[in-house]
């Protein structure tokens, strides 16, 4: 539904996306609901675990060549378990931080930003990355918010003022065409069929 609607055009049901903000109206910020950044996030899971399965049985195979008293296996387990944790904060803010978009965000075609729009800096997609995992103690009350908030924010996007928006058709590459020079994109189709040539 446009912004210039008139009053005869159908409404979007109660259910629909809403927009807070005339401002964000007119530029077509979509909100994403709680069933869709829970597929997203299933999609994340199955990919840190997956590669957390593969590097544990690659890490198990080399260290049954080897004897090991007790107490190394233990102190070996340990650094295991920080690695993983490391490995999960790391994903979640790695990607937050530089793309705005996990895999499974990627694949749901939505997108992390602050408040404002922008890029999330590293320190604050680790405080959203706490306030997902504070969010999911409390039996996962810290999520319902998102299902009455006008942003549908939760209780890490408040935490750190970020929002979960709709982003279709957001591949980087096109992304860096769209704002490339366009001399330089000029110069690159001229190369081309001299290239295939």
């Known amino acids: 539904m446009s912004a210039e609607a ?3 055009e159908p409404t979007a ?3 629909a996306v809403v927009v807070a903000s005339a401002d964000e109206a007119q530029a077509g910020v979509r ?3 709680l069933a869709t950044r829970a597929i997203s996030f299933a999609i994340d899971a199955a990919i840190i675990d997956l590669v957390a399965i593969v590097v544990g049985i690659g890490a198990s195979l080399i260290l049954s060549l080897l004897y090991l008293p007790g107490d190394i296996k233990t102190v070996l387990a340990v650094i295991g378990g920080v690695a993983l944790i490391a490995w999960c904060v790391g994903y979640f803010v790695v990607f937050w931080s530089t793309t705005g978009q996990t895999p499974g965000a ?3 075609e939505i997108r992390v930003v602050t408040d404002d729009g922008t890029r999330l800096r590293p320190r604050r997609a680790l405080v959203r990355c706490a306030g997902v995992l504070l969010a999911a103690l409390p039996l996962f009350a810290g999520f319902i918010r998102i299902l009455f ?3 549908r924010r939760g209780f890490q996007d408040r935490l ?3 929002l ?3 982003a279709p058709q957001t591949s980087y590459i096109a992304a860096r065409r769209a704002t490339a ?3 330089e994109r000029e110069r690159a189709r001229r190369r081309a069929p001299s290239a295939s040539g």
């Open 181 to 183: 020079n366009p001399g």
């Open 164 to 166: 979960v928006i709709e």
């Open 6 to 8: 008139g009053p005869l």
């Open 160 to 162: 750190a003022g970020t």
């Open 149 to 151: 908030d006008a942003r």
């Open 31 to 33: 909100y994403v609901g």
């Open 13 to 15: 049901p109660a259910a």
């Open 106 to 108: 990627r694949v749901m």
